[in-house]
Structure formats: C-alpha cells, structure tokens
C-alpha cells in the first residue's frame, strides 16, 4: 500500500521533539509521499530545508488566509522570487476563509488573487483553504484560471464539487471523515467520483476519532483511507492506489 498525505503541516513547532521518529512511523504505515504547505513567510526556509532532507518530502509554498497580521505587503513578491529559486510543488496553503470572525475579508481577497496570478505565472497547482467562501473562491479562479490543485478539507455540496472537479481540482479528505457523526462528509465522500478524492491529515490539526484530543500525525493517513472504505464500501487497496494516483496526477508528483 502506498499512500501520500497532500496537506500535512510536519514542519511547524509541535513535532520538533520527534520528527525523525514521526517520519519513520509515517514511512512504516505506507505512506510515501507528504505535500508541506506553508503558512508564513517566515516559516518557508526550515520548510525548505526539512523538504531537501528527503525525496519523499514535497514543498508548496504560500501566505495563508487566517495569518493576515503576519503577511506584509512585500510578502507577494518574496513569495515569486522564492518559487524561482526553489520551485515548490504547489503555491499553498492559500485561499479565503470568511468562517474567522474579524478577518480583513478585502485584504484576504487581495492576498488571494496575488498568488493565483504567481502560480498561474509558475504554472503551477494551488492547495486551498476555503472555509463558508467557495462562491468567492470559485468566482475568483473563474477570473484567474491556474494548472488546478487541491481543495484542502474540501466541506463543500456536490455542485460546488463538480465545479472545483471541472476547474481540474481534487477534493481533500481528512481525519473528519473518521468520525461517525461526520455524517454529512461521509456522504459526500461516499458520493463523489472517487477519481477526485485525494488523502490528507492536515496534521498536527484535525486528528483522527482513534486519537482524538491528541496531536494528529501523517502516521494515521491509513485512518482515514480506512474510513474513505467503509463508507464507499470498497477495498482499500483499489482507494489507496486510485487516491494516490490521483494526488499524483493534480500535483506532478512521482509515483514507482
């Protein structure tokens, strides 16, 4: 089984004490490959740096919504000079989310159509933080069209699914899927073509029902394909290879 985790925040504070052993667990449990996005500027050279460590670590790179007091307005342009030198994966974690109350909603939608125009410009995927704003959020991939993406912890109906799917996205699934009262996103996950279903922890965030209240890991991503199984009830080695196919396909990445 091989699987790849597109949104896992490995680089962020909580798991310097153990890194190397959470890595090592993640690689035993199947899963080889981990999407690092960004949330700052500041946080993208060790981002860098923990992602040349190892081939199976893939860097994006981006200012997140919810961090506006931390982006400046130089940020945007850092942010192409930075591509340039590293070329990331993928331009994320952006997007907009008008579920924060006292969020700049202007400012959010400025930063936001800032970094579609660089990815456009890079050609490369984006990875998506839309939280209550898929109108706004499709409209404004509608005016700035990029390579497609991912859509991170996609809580979305299904026309809005059909048309992230039509604009070339995957829809992102993670360790919510693994609780039972997640009724409303285990039936869209048993309802979408699973050919647009990619895997996710969005760790140290949003653990699995197994280890809940705990810190959430890439080690668990077989949770969440497990659960992906039983409400679809199909074999979770045909979803680990389609969704592992599928994340490979949206973000260019290698596959054995």
Known sequence: MKLIDTHCHLDVAEFDPDRAAVLAR???????????????????????????TAADLYPALGLHPVYLDQHQDADPAALERAIADARPTAIGEIGLDYFVRDLDRDRQQALFEAQLAIA???????????????EQVLAALKRIPVCGGIVHAFSGGSEEARRYRDLGFALGFGGMLTFERSTKLRARAAALPVTSIVLETDAPDLTVAAHQ???????????????????RGEDPLRLAEQTTANAAAVLRLPVD
């Open 26 to 52: 993640t690689r035993a449990a199947g899963v080889t490959g981990l999407v690092i996005p960004a949330i700052h500027r500041a946080g993208w050279p060790g981002l860098l740096a923990l992602c040349a």
């Open 120 to 134: 456009r410009a890079a050609n490369l995927p984006v990875l998506l933080h839309v939280r209550k704003a898929h």
């Open 213 to 231: 209240g705990q810190r959430n890991s890439p080690e668990y991503l077989p949770d969440v394909l497990a659960a992906l199984a039983q409400v």
